[in-house]
């Protein structure tokens, strides 16, 4: 299992500083006080004023420190030290009172106490764990109880398809086995020049609702989205701020989705 975080660990380093130059990532603009979450995620999110917030892979914290500019106390959390790094570095710089953890989110517990309000990740994250029943137990031990876990990610459905042809070739159950790929590009910027290797999972809605579940945690609401608030799948078509559709597929299909848990004891 080392051997798969590593080889992630080095692809999500290399990402940082491409990233932090994209357009996708809107850096400059998220200086200026723009931002950086998705109309989805601010909705699912509400009033966050005054809560501690847990945000599991953070990447370089724009989203934590978006958080903690509507007023949440926010702790970051990611596995790469390149985004660790960048993440306080945009802390001290935009004098805000975020905290940045570097940590494996599955072992989260080794160097990160207490218990928060909420427990929030998005988009990008489950792909990169094996074991969502160790990363469930991570959510509900970090949570308070009366907390709310607040996901919101790409659709499994999406994560079936093969974005260049369109067709589903990807699993869409965990088979247990990683996918492992080479990499050229990334997808903030596909005509980058990095270049890497990863590893990575399927997780049916199943899976992840029976882990979740599993702990404990009650479903409060869950919701399903006919676009992705990011132009990530290759060739996408924009029909709205904030609103892509995957252009290969003339039906409705799903591309993220949004759930709410809570812990009432
Ligand atoms: C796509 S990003 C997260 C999405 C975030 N909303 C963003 O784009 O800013 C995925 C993040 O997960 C982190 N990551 C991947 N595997 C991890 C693990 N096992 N533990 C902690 N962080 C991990 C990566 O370093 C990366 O920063």
Redesign the pocket.
Known sequence: MENY?DT?KKL?NDKVPVHLGSELYMLEEFLKGSSSLCPVVTQQLGDIKGKSILHL?C?FG??SLSMARMGAKVTG????EE?IKKAKDLNEQLNLDATFVE????ELEKQLEGQFDIVFT????IV??PDLNKWANIINRFLKPGGQFIFVEFHPTINSLDWDTGSFDYNYFNSGEPYHETVNGTYADMDSDLKGEEYFWQHSFGEIFNALLGQGLSLQSFEEYPFSSYDVFGEMKKIDNWKYVYAKMQASFPHMFSMKMKKFS
């Open positions: 975080f992630n999500w892979q990447h724009q989203d959390v990611d596995f790469s985004a940590a494996n989110v599955l998005s988009f990008g994250t990169w764990l």
